[in-house]
């Protein structure tokens, strides 16, 4: 055999698995009998939290967060935990202040994360400068990740070209990353371009490379091969059971693809095996939030219009509400034309919920009738810079009457905002005194709140 190379899995069931097919609904409890197990797999670091599963836990679960970690690393004493930490957004729906981004870091620092997964939804690095320099000040990994998109079926065209994505790379390379991540997050990379992306990528960059890919499109694998091939350092999979449909590559055929070659994994499939049927035995507890409505393992449409599962499933509950799901495929052909309209940014939380949202009014009130405050607060400058110009007769008409004005700005979006962790301080008084609390009410002063609530007794 030919000398051997190391690949680096990260194990992504106990986050974004069932993020992806179950609503981020599996409890604390019902990871806790595989703990161990799962820590002696051998995978190089397992993605625990971040993502949805914050809010989730404060809203649906009645869980805390940050004892999730805790309880999770107590049973997990080999593996390094990593998290998904939006930028400047970390796990809520806007941009936070800088004190509240060093707070959080920080507090998960100490809880137990050991790398930080950190993106920005429009690519504007500059939303990396805060969370950044937080996870060196702790101590820990900066893995930076590039929202891999696309305006073409392959990629290339004006703008997701390979010369933007080495352009990108480099920069979160020279702010002091420890590890790059391509992230895929509506599964759009095919095999040949994850091929040529990640052989570019070697080629420019010292740091290592990953790639995190969605199976939807049902090109993940063949991509994970590729790019395996192309010489890429690590790759994201899920356990079988909660692998595949909006989730991820399952790790179980990879252990047999690699047996007896260079990348070969030192995973016990008999182990495995028995992860995967205690995963199975608890499915039907979340059953109801899985997709029923296709037999279809894979969502051909994706290829077809590029917009992400978890998009598709807020869109039809919008047009629901306004009793006009009948023009479900209008609002499909609509969102390319407003993405145009806003400098294409790539579809993902939250450029995706603005981006559907706005595609929706201009469908069921016509064209930009309504504006939405996020459109407007987007075309501002609030939520960074685009990967292309945007429409200026579109942003005159957003701006107009805006609160803050009709200039649009070009800063840092962190700069501008005033701290925001005195203001919560002073409103959980009485409640909370802890910055694990304060943090959960300044993400979600609504939810979070009732969460506090109930926590601590308070009718």
Not at 130 to 142: M, R
Not at 362 to 378: C, F, L, Q, R, T
Request: neutral net charge.
């Amino acid at each position: 055999m030919a000398e051997r190379k190391t690949l680096k899995i990260t194990d992504l069931t106990l986050r974004d698995g069932h993020q992806s097919l179950f609503a981020t609904r599996m409890t604390t409890e019902d990871m806790i009998p595989i703990a161990e197990k799962l820590d002696g797999i051998g995978f190089y670091s397992l993605e625990v939290w971040g993502g949805a599963t914050f809010d989730v836990m404060t809203r649906f679960l009645n869980e805390d967060p940050w004892d999730r970690v805790r309880i999770l690393k107590s049973k997990m004493t080999k593996t390094k935990f990593q998290m998904l930490l939006r930028g400047q957004n970390l796990v809520g729906y806007r941009n936070y202040a800088d004190d509240v981004v060093d707070a959080f870091v920080e507090k998960a620092a100490e809880v137990g994360i050991d790398i930080f997964r950190i993106f920005d939804a429009l690519n504007d690095e500059r939303n990396f400068i805060t969370p950044f320099k937080a996870v060196k000040k702790a101590g820990k990994e900066i893995q930076g990740a590039i929202s891999y998109s696309l305006t073409e079926k392959r990629m290339g065209g004006p703008i997701f070209n390979i010369g933007y994505f080495l352009d990108k790379a480099k920069r979160i390379e020279d702010m002091g990353a420890d590890s790059l991540c391509i992230k895929d997050m509506a599964g759009l990379i095919s095999p040949y371009d994850a091929y040529e992306l990640v052989s570019a990528l070697k080629g420019t960059l010292k740091i290592p490379v990953h790639l995190h890919t969605h199976y939807t499109s049902g090109m993940a694998s063949m991509a994970c091969l590729k790019a395996i091939e192309a010489g890429v350092d690590g790759i994201d999979t899920c356990l079988a059971p909660f692998a595949l449909r909006s989730s991820h590559p399952a790790i179980e055929p990879f252990v047999v693809t690699l047996y007896g070659t260079p990348w070969e994994l030192d995973f016990d499939l008999k182990v495995l095996s028995e992860i995967d049927e205690y995963l199975e035995s608890i499915i039907p507890k979340y059953m109801a939030y899985a997709d029923t409505t296709k037999f279809s393992v894979i969502d051909t449409g994706v290829i077809m219009h590029q917009i992400p599962g978890g998009m598709i499933s807020n869109l039809v509950s919008q047009l629901r509400q306004a009793k006009a799901l009948h023009r479900l495929n209008e609002v499909f052909n609509e969102i390319p034309q407003t993405r145009k309209d806003m400098g294409f940014p790539p579809l993902v939380t939250p450029t995706s919920q603005i981006v559907g949202v706005q595609a929706v009014f201009n469908v069921v009130a016509g064209k930009y009738k309504m504006i939405s405050k996020e459109v407007k607060d987007y075309f501002y400058g609030l939520y960074g810079r685009p990967p292309a110009p945007v429409n200026e007769e579109i942003r005159k008409k957003a701006l107009k009457g805006y609160e803050k004005g009709d200039t649009p700005v070009d800063i840092r979006p962190g700069d501008a905002l005033e701290p925001e962790l005195p203001k919560a301080k002073e409103a959980l008084k009485g409640i909370s005194e802890r910055m694990e609390d304060i943090l959960i009410y300044t993400l979600y002063p609504v939810t979070g709140l009732e969460f506090l609530k109930k926590k601590y007794n308070i009718g």
